[in-house]
């Protein structure tokens, strides 16, 4: 059974910065490219970075770039989404999801809330 | 970016309905075209992808169709667990874009 699992969400003041880890399983994780996408509180679904399937190629949202860095450990089965300076609009359930193929997200983790606030 | 809107934004129906959402493109995304399901507290389920094949394990009961900038999901015989927020997203280019969502309530 396909799993992605996040954790390392929780309370940052603005400007800090937070480490999201996603946990794989069920599947070949080295095989596949991998998004994160957030919701905000009440608000829709939207995109924020994706990685290929090496980690070699990266791609962000105009509104985290510079700030998020994606990432993965192919070996730890694990992905990443390292958050700096962050901001109170960056208050968000954030998901881990799986790319089918070509930006077909197929399959979501639970969600992790990340709250920034003072 | 590519902007996608849905309508309408809300609509109640009743056990039984069949229910038609739809979704337009700012431009031509060929077929490149996801329905998703999302319930309250919930994460997204996937429900359609290319536009018209249906995610592995999704009831035939959800169809979509569609091609370049309009596209349309339908719920054939609507069950008390379909009532959620759907959304459409594009994957033709990035960023990926949604659309802002459907809620389908129960009249």
């Known amino acids: 059974e396909v799993q992605v699992v996040e954790s390392g969400g929780g309370l940052v003041q603005p400007g800090g910065s937070l480490r999201l880890s996603c946990a794989a399983s069920g599947f070949t994780f080295s095989s596949y490219w991998m998004h994160w996408v957030r919701q905000a509180p009440g608000k829709g679904l939207v995109w924020v970075s994706r990685i290929d399937n090496d980690g070699t190629s990266t791609s962000y949202a105009d509104s985290v770039r510079g700030r998020f860095t994606i990432s993965r450990d192919n070996a730890k089965n694990t992905l990443y989404l390292q958050m700096n300076s962050l901001r109170v609009e960056d208050t968000a359930v954030y998901y881990c999801?799986?790319?089918?193929?070509?930006?077909?997200?197929?399959?979501w983790g639970q969600g992790n809330l990340v709250t920034v606030s003072s | 970016d590519v902007q996608m809107t849905q309508s309408p934004s809300s609509l109640s129906a009743s056990v039984g309905d069949r229910v038609t959402i739809t979704c337009r493109a700012s431009?031509?995304?060929?077929?490149?075209l996801a329905w998703f399901q999302q319930k309250p507290g919930k994460a997204p389920k996937s429900l359609i992808y290319?536009?018209?094949s249906l995610q592995s394990g999704v009831p035939p009961k959800f169809s979509g169709s569609g091609s370049g900038t309009d596209f349309t999901l339908t719920i054939n015989s609507l069950q008390p667990e379909d009532f959620a927020t759907y959304y459409c997203q594009q994957y033709t280019s990035y960023p990926l874009t949604f659309g802002g969502g459907t809620k389908v309530e129960i009249k």
């Open positions: 999801v799986r790319d089918g193929s070509v930006a077909r997200l197929d399959y």
């Open positions: 431009q031509d995304i060929s077929y490149h």
């Open positions: 290319s536009a018209s």
